[in-house]
């Protein structure tokens, strides 16, 4: 029986050794996560977040200093309405493994695979966010200026 104890406890040492610092903190990933990385972040700490389409966000946990890039899937049609989301995970972290989902506020019956999910530095969240500033929604919907088309009379026979 001792024996038994002894390799659960050793097992679960193992375990916890080679649980990442970052999560066995439970906190957010350092600065110093390499550029374009794999990253988690606490679940409790997402603060803000902002939607670039409808697979894409930007989420900020705890600061808009730390800021990550989630992909979701599939695509939410509803994902540019949200006004809050909802993490789920089997732990406290959300890294875009297997099992973590997200769920709109609005849409509470439909879950959202989380995908992958990166660390943005300061300059990529500034570029994206003034690139997504500068776009102009709908444009290209709407008809170009001008005269428009012309309609010409066609010239019948008294025979046709």
Excluded: H, W
Aim: with cysteine.
């Amino acid at each position: 029986m001792r024996l038994g104890v002894a390799f659960a406890l050793s097992c679960l040492l193992t375990a916890c050794a080679s649980q990442p610092a970052s999560e066995a903190a439970g906190s957010a990933a350092d600065d110093d996560t390499p550029v374009g990385a794999q990253a988690c972040f606490s679940r409790r700490q997402a603060q803000d977040f902002v939607v670039l389409d409808r697979s894409t966000l930007i989420v900020y946990a705890p600061t808009k200093r730390q800021a990550y890039l989630v992909q979701i899937s599939p695509p939410a049609t509803r994902m540019p309405f949200a006004d809050a989301l909802v993490f789920q995970s089997r732990s406290n972290q959300i890294c875009g493994r297997t099992g973590e989902s997200l769920t709109l506020a609005a849409d509470s019956m439909r879950r959202y695979a989380i995908m992958d999910v990166r660390r943005l530095p300061a300059p990529e969240l500034d570029k994206i966010l003034s690139n997504r500033s500068r776009a102009e929604p709908g444009r290209g919907l709407e008809p170009a200026a001008g005269e428009g088309a012309e309609i010409e009379p066609i010239e019948t026979t008294p025979d046709e």
